[in-house]
DNA sequence: ATGACTGATACCTTTCAAGTATCAAAAAAT
DNA sequence: ATTTTTTGATACTTGAAAGGTATCAGTCAT
């Protein structure tokens, strides 16, 4: 309403009361400023939108027309107003959001559909990236809040650990080692490896080789595929077995056998990681939400 | 653009341009126009919408979403404007279109049809009712356009006649009569008439009673209906015989058959009737497109 | 006829929006 | 490091336009 120009909020009242001086009243403005702002509204538009005799004011059709338009006209400008506060308090606007492949496969759709509960009237805008290539989104601002695989590090970055999922080793159905109830490391090292390009997967894979590593071999990679898919059907074709995070989708093969791996608490932690220095107000709600409501694993911060 | 607040405006055009000076330019204003403008703005709604360091402006999270809702408050203002414009020029708005149950069934939709392709955006509200009251609705001016069966009389009402239709006789499948290819009006003197309700159907029943008045005999009727369909039924259960104008709608009946009705050159007229005082310009741009694309039968004026 | 009511008009007052000049800070150029 | 340029903010002045008062001129009811 504050925002409307005058001479619409006095045609609205006019043509609402059929009676200028009535209309004056509930405007706290003098009859004379209706009439002048009347007129000068139609010489503007060059079309007649009340027809006043002396006793009597009653529309004519383009003005029905028009007050009906300068309806929509005040709701859409109170709207803007009431939008733009809230966006202030980050509860409208648009969030940018970041995902990988382990984080929408796993707690990513529940947390989302949970802040949407919450807050209808933000907008989220699902970008699918890379932990490393969101890391670095974040801290150019170009991400307001990332899903990705730890570990993290970055000055001016916050974090908590929304997923930590313990490691499976991945064999081919007829692999010896597929008889045994679970499968340490140790018994991995004369095996050769299927696993992820280093490029996109950067993250997960050297904490898979630095698992190796701890239990005292350097892992011999055979292959590396671009994907989740390209990795199991690898493995399927006997190509040879890999280390996967455990998550229900895993379970659903039947040329692969998974194992819980031994001999070691090492886990794929899924990290919601978002700037200190955001300007978004949103994304302290949607952490705040994202925190206070799903049972969060550990509380860190950098 | 005219009628929406300077605020808003300038607001629209800093927050395109980031830039004061320029945005100065672009509006014809001087710069510090718009840094007291944005200010002001921002007091109002109690948000910082732009952020401004001393040599880059960008917008605030509340800023985008502010701007996004300006456009659509413009577009509202803008379309407000353009309708008007159009209402008084009778391109827009609203036109209520009264009806009988003949022009309904008759040539009634390909009018509206031909009339929404050239001006969609009149909206017609549809109202049935009968010839008499339409008469009426239309000088009170509380109907904008009538569809009616003639014949009409009234000062300051004008009409032309949309459709004559030849009148049939409809007689059970075996009376007597249904052997002759057409049926004069001499023949059903000895005839029980069914007819439709006299209250609704005012003006088709006069006209009937005339015609066999003017055949030098006065109708018997047994049975009074209050529609179309009644009427066919009674008629189909040899309750009566009727007269009713020719449409396509009757002939697919099995239990009743019609004739031509001989001997007379009568018809039922299905007129347009409009007010020549009307106020609403749609009235007039309706009659010319109905009148000027479809092939009318008559043009008269009172 | 008369008085009450209502919108338009003329005229005056005030407000506030726009312009000018200038400042202060930051980036770019030297 | 210093100077120049760029750019938004501020202080002050001016003027147009918005608002108020008084009054007029029809219209309607009594």
Redesign the pocket.
């Known amino acids: 309403m504050r925002h409307l120009q005058?001479h619409i909020r006095?045609f609205i009242a006019v043509a609402e009361e059929?009676?200028?001086?009535?209309a004056g009243e509930r405007l706290?403005?003098?009859?004379?400023?209706?009439?002048?702002?009347?007129?000068?509204l139609e010489e503007q538009l060059e079309v007649v939108l009340l027809q006043?005799?002396?006793?009597?004011?009653s529309l004519t059709a383009a003005g029905r027309v028009f007050l009906e338009e300068c309806y929509l006209a005040r709701e859409a400008m109170e709207r803007a107003e009431q939008r733009a506060i809230k966006a202030d308090k980050g509860e409208a606007g648009r969030l940018i959001v970041g995902y990988t492949d382990f984080a929408i496969n796993g707690v990513l759709p529940s947390l989302l559909a949970t802040f949407h509960r919450h807050l209808a009237e933000v907008s989220i805008d699902l970008v699918r990236c890379d932990s490393h290539e969101q890391l670095e989104a974040i801290e150019g601002g170009r991400l307001d809040v990332g899903f990705l695989t730890g570990p993290v590090s970055g000055a001016g970055l916050k974090q908590v650990t929304v997923h930590e999922a313990p490691y499976m080793v991945v064999l081919p159905s007829h692999h010896p080692l597929a008889e045994l109830k679970s499968v340490s490391l140790k018994a991995l090292s004369q095996e050769v490896f299927v696993l992820g390009n280093v490029h996109t997967w950067r993250h997960f894979v050297s904490q898979i080789k630095a698992l190796c590593f701890e239990a005292g071999f350097i892992p011999r990679v055979v292959k590396e595929a671009p994907n989740s898919d390209s990795i199991f059907g690898l493995v399927a074709a006997q190509m040879g077995v890999t280390i996967y995070p455990d998550c229900d989708l895993n379970h659903n093969r039947r040329d692969i056998v998974l194992r819980p791996l031994a001999g070691t608490k090492a886990k794929l932690m899924t990290e919601m990681v978002w700037s200190s220095s955001s300007t978004n107000p949103v994304v302290a709600r949607f952490v705040d939400i994202i925190t206070q409501t799903e049972p969060v694993v550990e509380h860190r911060q950098n």
């Open positions: 005058p006095y059929l009676h200028f001086r009535r706290h403005v003098a009859q004379p400023v209706l009439s002048r702002a009347i007129r000068q006043r005799s002396r006793r009597h004011v």
